[in-house]
């Protein structure tokens, strides 16, 4: 009796039911994150980036419960987290500023501070307009060796002495395509100096020449050790991508694409259910912001430079119990 041998041959998706498929799970998702089509198509990207990395820490990550930990409520409770490791979220600040709509972040006053840091390069809380600091500072308004201090630490180079961002910004006009552009702020030789050690610590730039754009375009990696979700992430987020578009204007670049890396992403145990709230909020375009064109020199842009328009976002979030 003749074997007859069936060969099954099992060829490759199409590129059309590939992209079926990725609708698919696009459609599975936003149901499940409580979200409609239409809501899906109004959502700012850092809106989306948001309620994804929340889900994602909510349903995937780790609890330090029960285990030793430094952080501590006002009240002298242990704040336990759920976290995740090395979180990768991409902003294109070339596509919309990435503000949240879920709530609305304080751009002016996240401004202040990031021209505190590294325009006015302090360490004084009594230099900046509001009042993050004032449980790090001390009697003087010192947060000691951290933060604007190391900024304006002068370093010698071959072309002389300069601090970290007059090496950056001598970098960008003078070597925009060098792989050698950044700042660390984690001073290990400071750190018993520094009433709190940098959790935003690390700034690389990129430069590249897009096709078809006369201007160069600006990108950046902000790292970050450790980052308090629901406090702090949209607001260093504004900052750094603020931060972009200064170094950018300053140098006659476009800016590009911030990538935020955060080693230790986490959500305190007693701000879960303010996040579980936060992301079934209705959402809304991305807000217009930008910085005044006429400004040129990166030490004379102000509060008063940066412009917000159509900014509508949810209610905001208040008595935020901040872990020390």
Request: include cysteine; proline fraction near 4%; aromatic fraction near 10%.
């Amino acid at each position: 009796m003749a074997e007859y041998l069936l060969l099954i041959i099992a060829y490759p998706p199409s590129a059309r039911e590939r992209q079926t498929v990725r609708t698919q799970k696009q459609r599975h998702d936003r149901l499940s994150a409580g979200k409609t089509e239409s809501e899906e198509m109004t959502m700012s990207l850092a809106d989306h980036v948001f309620i994804s990395m929340c889900k994602d820490v909510l349903e995937n990550g780790t609890s330090t419960e029960g285990e030793k930990v430094r952080p501590v409520w006002e009240d002298g409770t242990a704040a336990y987290t759920i976290k995740k490791f090395g979180v990768v979220n991409r902003y294109d600040l070339r596509k919309e500023f990435p503000a949240l709509t879920l709530r609305k972040t304080a751009l002016k006053s996240a401004f202040d501070e990031i021209l505190w840091i590294w325009q006015r390069k302090s360490n004084n809380i009594h230099d900046l307009h509001s009042h993050i600091w004032d449980s790090w500072a001390d009697e003087t308004g010192s947060i000691g060796k951290a933060y604007g201090y190391q900024m304006s630490v002068k370093h010698e180079y071959k072309e002389g002495m300069m601090d970290q961002v007059d090496r950056v910004l001598y970098d960008l006009k003078n070597n925009p395509y060098s792989r050698r552009i950044m700042t660390n702020i984690y001073v290990h030789q400071d750190l018993h100096e520094m009433h709190l050690y940098p959790c935003a610590y690390s700034v690389t730039f990129n430069v590249t020449k897009e096709p078809g754009c006369e201007k160069l375009t600006l990108n950046a990696i902000l790292n970050q050790r450790s980052q308090d979700i629901l406090a702090a992430n949209n607001w260093n987020v504004c900052q750094y991508a603020l931060l972009v578009h200064m170094f950018a204007q300053s140098c006659g670049m476009q800016a590009g694409e911030l990538v935020h890396v955060i080693a230790d992403c986490h959500i305190y145990d007693r701000h879960v259910p303010v996040i579980q709230e936060l992301i079934q909020r209705p959402v809304y375009p991305a807000p217009t912001v930008y910085l005044n064109p006429e400004v040129r020199d990166f030490y004379q842009f102000t509060v008063d430079d940066l412009v917000v328009e159509n900014y509508q976002a949810g209610p905001q979030v208040k008595n935020i119990p901040i872990a020390i």
